[in-house]
């Protein structure tokens, strides 16, 4: 059973009953997470096949002659299926750092590419300094590098163009939503879309858009959702308060935002449209995390979570049952919170309060889950369910919002957090709420999977000084 820290008002309670059934966003992002998940999967089950196919048959060539030819098969070529696999976890692992799977062009990946497989051939290879047979060895190795390099280049021409439908990065006009004011929308539509493709989706706004910001928002995320659209590009001037909301909420659904410049949708896909400086559109503002950040921060959330349930599990229940057998009622209470893109949730805790009584008192128990922060243990549960992320800006409640100017939403750009740098970095010694949303925003731009670890670790000595929120 559940209790109820806090309950809504009225106004409160029938403002968010649609956000609560529709949950648009979270959605949303759910289906960019599997489109990003399944994109990334694809093209490293390619490089990993790649390069086994390249292994075997090097090693089914035999090459090598003379004296070297055993250090050779030993040293370059793995010949049992454990060496292989390992071989294959630091090429693609060296892939990764060198940057091979970012949505660069293909030139900068090949290059890129050319990088990683000469660190992952060479490095290991520390006998190849040797003054013995230098230049065969050198030789050789030069050979499996380049014999790897133009099998995973080639390799990745062939994937991407299989995979460009599903490509979350590519622009496509079945997957793209206009939004404009009134008749330069309509204009746009009758003079530039290409009528060979599946056209466009609409969304016409007006000059006061988003009037009451939430449920301009919810109408924005609804119709992406309806559209299934992963862009979003404006058509016709804007004012600069509905610019920035379009911008937030559009980065919140998931959705990069464009400004139209000179040239109609059907010459989209040429790459140069995507830069901020010339071109027919200009990039205003793309999802917080993208492509592998987005898998790596949610797989990372994912896992967290499950083994902080596991390896606390025991704490837990001690916690549970203090609480159960020291004041009536439920362990967990829930808590209406905004998160992702606006919209509510509802956060879990043990329950802190008694609730037998009009004063609502913290019980001794809760007064200690409170200074400890155990008390928010039950929000991994919140993690896995995509309600929250380890690390990132706290929920606020849904009444703090009233006090929001436009620039505060931008902190809903992310899934909020049990941790976050806010906690970390003073937590209540910073009184200022634009402090505290400057010191997230930078988090926001500057996210990196090390960071996060970071904050997870700088958590704790707060926690042990009893002094977490």
Not at 36 to 54: M, N, R
Not at 266 to 291: D, F, Q, V, Y
Not at 368 to 376: A, I
Request: aromatic residues 8%; proline residues 6%.
């Amino acid at each position: 059973m559940l209790a109820v820290e806090t309950m809504p008002s009225p106004t409160e309670s029938r403002e968010w009953l649609g956000s609560v059934e529709q949950r648009h966003v979270v959605l949303l992002q759910r289906r960019r997470f599997w489109r990003e998940f399944v994109y990334a999967a694809a093209v490293l089950s390619a490089d990993a096949l790649t390069i086994a196919f390249v292994f075997v048959l090097l090693a089914q060539a035999a090459i090598g002659i003379g004296t070297f030819r055993l250090d050779f098969a030993n040293g370059l070529v793995p010949l049992t299926p454990a060496a292989l696999l390992m071989r294959i976890a630091l090429l693609l692992f060296c892939l990764s750092v060198a940057r091979a799977y970012s949505t660069t062009s293909a030139a900068t990946q090949s290059g890129r590419i050319a990088l990683a497989m000469a660190i992952g051939i060479l490095v290991p290879q520390w006998s190849v300094a040797t003054p013995t047979m230098f230049a065969e060895r050198m030789t050789l190795v030069a050979f499996v590098v380049v014999l790897l390099w133009l099998a995973l280049v080639g390799q990745r021409s062939v994937t991407q163009r299989a995979l460009q439908a599903f490509d979350p990065r590519r622009l496509d006009q079945e997957r793209t939503l206009l939004v404009g004011v009134g008749r330069q929308l309509r204009t746009f539509l009758d003079e530039h879309v290409d009528v060979t493709a599946p056209p466009p989706s609409a969304y016409e706004i007006d000059p006061e858009w988003p009037g009451e910001q939430r449920e301009g928002w919810q109408s924005l995320y609804a119709e992406v959702h309806r559209s299934m659209a992963d862009a979003i590009i404006l058509v016709g001037p804007l004012g600069d308060a509905a610019l920035q909301n379009v911008l937030i909420a559009g980065s919140s659904a998931g959705c990069r935002v464009f400004g139209l410049r000179r040239r109609p949708l059907r010459e989209m896909n040429n790459p140069t449209l995507m830069r901020r400086g010339e071109g027919p559109i200009a990039l205003l503002s793309s999802p917080a995390l993208i492509g592998w950040q987005l898998v790596t921060k949610r797989a990372f959330d994912v896992c967290g979570a499950a083994l902080g349930l596991i390896l606390l599990s025991p704490l837990l229940a001690i916690c549970a049952v203090l609480v159960k057998l020291t004041s009536r009622g439920p362990v967990l209470f829930e808590q209406r919170r905004v998160g992702l893109g606006g919209e509510s949730f509802r956060m879990l805790k043990l329950r802190t309060r008694a609730v037998d009584e009009t004063t609502r008192r913290v019980t001794p128990v809760g007064r200690l889950l409170r200074r400890t922060s155990l008390n928010e243990l039950p929000q991994l549960w919140n993690v896995l369910r995509g309600e929250m992320s380890l690390v990132g800006p706290r929920p606020p409640l849904p009444r703090e919002l009233a006090r929001y100017q436009t620039r505060h939403f931008v902190r809903f750009e992310v899934t909020p957090g049990i941790t976050g740098p806010w906690q970390v970095s003073g937590g209540h010694d910073i009184t200022s709420f634009d402090a505290v949303v400057r010191i997230e925003q930078e988090y926001i731009n500057g996210w990196t999977l090390w960071r996060d670890v970071a904050l997870l670790l700088r958590s704790i000595p707060v926690v042990v000084r009893m002094r977490a929120h």
